[in-house]
């Protein structure tokens, strides 16, 4: 992979109209529905076959006629892209291959004009390997003050040929690479991602800058990327006998959710509070248990972590209940909002993994039954809109887009594919570039292909295509969001009223805040019809149903709905 170089001049003035005006706490967050964006595949500028920011500046209207109140960028730092840009070689500079420091400030600013707040990835748990830092640490040798800034340690074995300890990369393989002089150093996911020291005080010295940085820049917040890794257990003890370690795994790890990290997280948050704005940390912590990931969030720390257990179950009642139940005990004694997620850069499309039976993971290769999946994936969206707290869409899910699960090897990028007994390395299949058009070069993406192919039929699910048919995807998301922000029910809140229900059947009601009409969300997950009691002066709001009108198909009379096969129903009462 070629090297990029970037500028790395001073950010632009910014100046405070930048920033979402100053007011009074509004709590935002708690139920905000934040839309990411995966820089490379949303939209090309320049027709290079890659996207950038100012395919995403153009594209920023979509956003916001969508309903969605925020944006999240996925990693548009300068970097080698040896994992898409997970591998940050510069904090402070933005990646030629998406543009300049001034396409980012122009993003935030068109964003905010257009009431869209900006939240930007931060990936503190590993540096690129081209970063100043370790190029200097290798370049001079044992000894060097700046191999304390990442894990260096001498290996094991007569002539330490040996790693140091049996810690294995996320990716596949040992979780260590050794130097020509011989030390070897630590990196949990590819070799070019060397993890960095987090018990060395340049460390958090440079980070709480990178902080102030982009604040500066008029950022409204931060995903913190791996937040669950910094911190190591004491000594870097060995793991012992263990299967193959996994992406979005939850198994008790000593390289994973120490207790150390809050103190991390406590000492970002006095720096974030001294910014106006509510600016806000989203976690991206993977725990062996909800209640861990509550930890992240305690009023002193991080305002929102995202829900990797919901996203990993199945399109099952039982299994649903359960993690909608557990999220919103662990998350109200520390006052934060449960946050719901289905979709995202690392996994199978949702649409794609409901088509297919449980058990098989959260990366997937099958098509299955596409028709089932989006059926399925439909009436998700909908119960995870109802829900109390913040909901999180991956870009291309409000058009319903499968996952490209026939990639030839030959295109594939993601670094886990290449390596053996790694992750399926299939998370390119949810990386494809999205479609904005029925025809033209890449459907709209940019006019110099895409740096993925897309499948032949995508500008049938384009958002041009979908715009303004009645009972489209798209229409169902806008109008979701559409009525989740105007219903007094519906956002914010700590907990639901559950309601009978048959087996197989989803159904709980939500009190107004203050005046106004309660709302009652039936989802059914079995493949038949079923009939479910709601209240006799309900109306239906919305269906997850591919039809014009919201009400059509849903019989009502004396009391009970009858409600279709993987369906879910809003109704007002």
Known sequence: MSQHTADTAQAPTTSASTSVPAQASTGWWRDAVIYQVYPRSFADSNADGMGDLEGIRARLPHLRDLGVDAVWLSPFYASPQADAGYDVA???????????????????????????????????NHSSDQHEWFKRALAEGPGSPLRERYHFRAGKGANGELPPNDWESIFGGPAWTRVADGEWYLHLFAPEQPDLNWEHPAVGDEFRSILRFWLDMGVDGFRIDVAHGLVKAEGLPDLGAHEQL?????????????????????????????????????????????????????????????????????????????????SLDSMRPVGAPATWVLSNHDVTRHTTRYANPPGLGTQQRVAADPALGLRRARAATLLMLALPGSAYVYQGEELGLPDVVDLPDEVRQDPSFFRAAGQDGFRDGCRVPIPWTVAGPSYGFGAGGSWLPQPAGWGALSVEAQTGVPGSTLEMYRSALAVRRAHPALGAGDS???????????AFRREPRGDGEAFVCVANTTGADVRVRVPAAGRVLLTSAAVPDPAAGIESAGGEALVPADTTVWFTV
């Open 90 to 124: 510069d904090y402070r500079a933005v990646d030629p291959m998406f543009g300049s420091l001034l396409d980012a400030d122009a993003v935030i600013r068109d964003a905010h004009g257009l009431g869209l707040r900006v939240i930007v990835d931060l990936v503190p």
């Open 246 to 326: 996994k992406l979005l795994g939850n198994d008790v790890m000593p390289f994973f959710d120490q207790d150390g990290v809050h103190d991390i997280y406590r000492a970002w948050r006095l720096i974030l509070d001294e910014y106006a704005g509510e600016r806000i940390f989203v976690a991206e912590a993977w725990t062996p248990t909800v209640e861990r990931t509550a930890h992240y969030v305690r009023p002193d720390e991080l305002h929102q972590a995202f829900n990797f257990q919901y996203l990993s179950s199945y399109w099952d009642a039982t299994e649903l209940r359960d993690i909608i139940d557990r």
């Open 496 to 506: 639901v009223e559950w309601l009978k229900a048959p087996e197989g059947v989803l």
